[in-house]
């Protein structure tokens, strides 16, 4: 017979669980669990056993069991994740691939029909043909402007209907067609809103960029401050080749039109008188250019 503990025992029973979990895992996804049902949860909860563990709870317990905990252990990073417990949230902790895991939670969608007050993620459209409806239900789309006519028994949309657009509430009557419908615009899923790793959180975003993303960030990073280095003539690591080759040029520039020399530019020079003729023929058109100009 299975032991039924008070709830004051099953907040004491969360906190231990929850402080186990801080102890064991580093890595921690807070995942939206809106709308998710208790047979997707176990589904993924299933899916990730092993090297991953789903807790949900009320947010006053996480809340109060991160504070008990990091003050227990001085561990006081963890309160970085106080602010992002918010909803109907929930914590995933886990010891796998961050991106792998996030793709597998992902993976468990359940189409679900769009419920009055719901803000739609989505443009819900509803496309011409029959709906199956007899005609009594006319008036109810006439309500919603919705132009209709009646086929064969049974009430047909004419013409594609924008029902809700992305970001707008569902309505009453728009929520009540949609059931009438059988549709089920909306697919809901644990979807990750941050990512704790080693006392940092940040976007999920960051675990969808590749190692060649990072290089050509850090590339990109480089460039500007070259660009700046030599705008302001501020010595740094990254801007010394370009400044040496700078100062080379410079100092060639006055041994050519100077008496002054140096080995290599002895050797410019030579080069320069060897190859003269050549060189007059080649700046020729270039010269005529410049006169006609």
């Known amino acids: 017979m299975a032991v039924k503990f008070s709830k004051a025992q ?31 949860l176990q589904d993924i909860r299933r899916a990730v056993r092993g090297h991953s563990v789903v807790l949900m709870g009320k947010n006053t317990m996480m809340k109060r069991s991160l504070r008990v905990y990091a003050e227990r252990t001085g561990n006081m990073d963890l309160l970085t994740l106080v602010p992002f417990i918010v909803g109907k949230v929930g914590l995933i902790f886990t010891k796998g691939d961050l991106k ?31 709906t199956g409806l007899d005609p009594s ?3 109810f789309f006439q309500a919603l402007n919705i132009p209709t006519k009646i086929n064969k028994g049974a009430v047909e949309i004419i013409v594609p209907v924008e029902l809700v657009k992305k970001g707008e509430k569902v309505g009453t009557s728009e929520a009540t067609l949609l059931a009438k419908l059988d549709k089920k615009p909306f697919s809901y899923a644990l979807v990750v809103l941050s990512v704790y790793q080693n006392g940092s959180v940040f976007s999920p975003k960051v675990l969808d960029l590749t190692d060649q993303d990072l290089a050509a960030k850090f590339s990109g990073g480089v460039s500007m401050i070259v660009s700046l280095s030599l705008a302001i003539s501020y010595p740094t690591l990254a801007v010394a080749p370009h400044m040496f080759v700078n100062a080379y040029n410079n100092v ?27 060189i007059a023929v080649a700046m020729g058109p270039v010269a005529a250019a410049k006169e006609e100009d």
């Open 10 to 40: 099953k907040k004491v029973e969360y906190h231990k669980k929850m402080c186990r979990l801080l102890e064991e895992y580093s890595q921690i996804l807070i995942v939206d669990a809106d709308h998710v049902r208790s047979k997707q």
């Open 252 to 278: 060639l520039a006055v041994a050519m039109a100077t008496a002054y020399s140096f080995p290599q530019a002895q050797k410019v020079k030579e080069y320069l008188k060897e190859n003269e003729s050549k």
């Open 100 to 130: 792998e895991v996030s793709e597998e939670v992902s993976k468990y969608k359940v189409g679900g029909l769009a419920r009055a007050g719901v803000v739609s993620p989505i443009d819900i459209v509803i496309k011409p043909g029959s």
């Open 137 to 139: 239900n006319t008036s």
